[in-house]
């Protein structure tokens, strides 16, 4: 099996994006302004009709096994070894994320919860373009507005947004209201993860060559 061009890098742009991703999570979580859009989606669906039956952990893992199993259908090609270390890891990273700030800031001032979201923003959006751009897999979730704009032929950053705000208004319609933070994310991740894209990702990984 032939590997892919550059494919150590690929690999460290993998786990790089998804353990950053995973923190950003962490920052989004402490600085109490809202989650961003696909858990908006996600806890509204899971609060409104299965809080009573599971626990979150479960719901959420059986939730994105669901959405694997549709895009090994339109998104085969973007499933690998990030879709699984979303799939599995995220939640303890996010955990630990959380503790470490938690510990430094236990309540933290407005400052700090603004520096917080505008951490977990950026950073979120440059994970996100490092493990897409390394194309060894990206999360069930992101995986859906990529196969959009590539089989539509439309920008990606507008197919982000019309996603990001089909998951807010879904959450906000089962009863999670959601924050300032999942409106900026809504509005701003697909255009900030196209800018790391040509910014960062794209000319590093494009950078040299492997054998």
Same mark, same amino acid.
């Given at each position: %099996?032939? *590997?892919?061009?550059? &494919?150590?890098? @690929?690999?460290? =742009?993998?786990?790089?994006?998804? #353990?950053?991703c995973a923190a950003a999570v962490g920052?989004?979580?402490?600085?109490?302004?809202?989650?961003?859009?696909?858990?908006?989606?996600?806890?509204?669906?899971?609060?409104?009709?299965?809080?009573?039956?599971?626990?979150?952990?479960?719901?959420?893992?059986?939730?994105?096994?669901? %959405?694997? *199993?549709?895009?090994? &259908?339109?998104? @085969?090609?973007? =499933?690998?070894?990030?879709?699984? #270390?979303?799939?599995?890891?995220?939640?303890?990273?996010?955990?630990?994320?959380?503790?470490?700030?938690?510990?430094?800031?236990?309540?933290?001032?407005?400052?700090?919860?603004?520096?917080?979201?505008?951490?977990?923003?950026?950073?979120?959006?440059?994970?996100?373009?490092?493990?897409?751009?390394?194309?060894?897999?990206?999360?069930?979730?992101?995986?859906?507005?990529?196969?959009?704009?590539?089989?539509?032929?439309?920008?990606?950053?507008?197919?982000?947004?019309?996603?990001?705000?089909?998951?807010?208004?879904?959450?906000?319609?089962?009863?999670?209201?959601?924050?300032?933070?999942?409106?900026?994310?809504?509005?701003?991740?697909?255009?900030?993860?196209?800018?790391?894209?040509?910014?960062?990702?794209?000319?590093?990984?494009?950078?040299?060559?492997?054998?």
């Amino acid at each position: %099996m032939k *590997l892919p061009e550059n &494919f150590k890098k @690929r690999v460290s =742009m993998t786990t790089v994006g998804v #353990v950053l991703c995973a923190a950003a999570v962490g920052f989004f979580k402490c600085s109490q302004f809202g989650v961003d859009p696909f858990q908006c989606f996600a806890q509204g669906i899971w609060g409104r009709f299965f809080s009573a039956r599971t626990d979150y952990g479960l719901y959420y893992t059986i939730l994105c096994g669901i %959405m694997l *199993l549709i895009d090994l &259908f339109i998104a @085969r090609s973007y =499933m690998g070894v990030a879709t699984l #270390v979303n799939m599995f890891l995220t939640g303890y990273i996010v955990d630990f994320t959380s503790e470490i700030i938690t510990h430094f800031s236990p309540e933290p001032s407005l400052l700090a919860r603004i520096v917080f979201l505008a951490v977990g923003v950026l950073v979120m959006c440059f994970a996100s373009s490092l493990y897409m751009t390394s194309n060894l897999g990206v999360s069930v979730y992101d995986a859906i507005p990529i196969v959009i704009a590539e089989k539509r032929k439309l920008p990606f950053k507008f197919v982000r947004i019309g996603c990001d705000l089909l998951c807010v208004i879904i959450g906000t319609l089962s009863g999670l209201m959601p924050g300032i933070g999942t409106l900026i994310t809504a509005f701003f991740m697909g255009p900030l993860i196209v800018f790391f894209n040509h910014s960062f990702s794209e000319p590093f990984l494009s950078k040299g060559s492997e054998k």
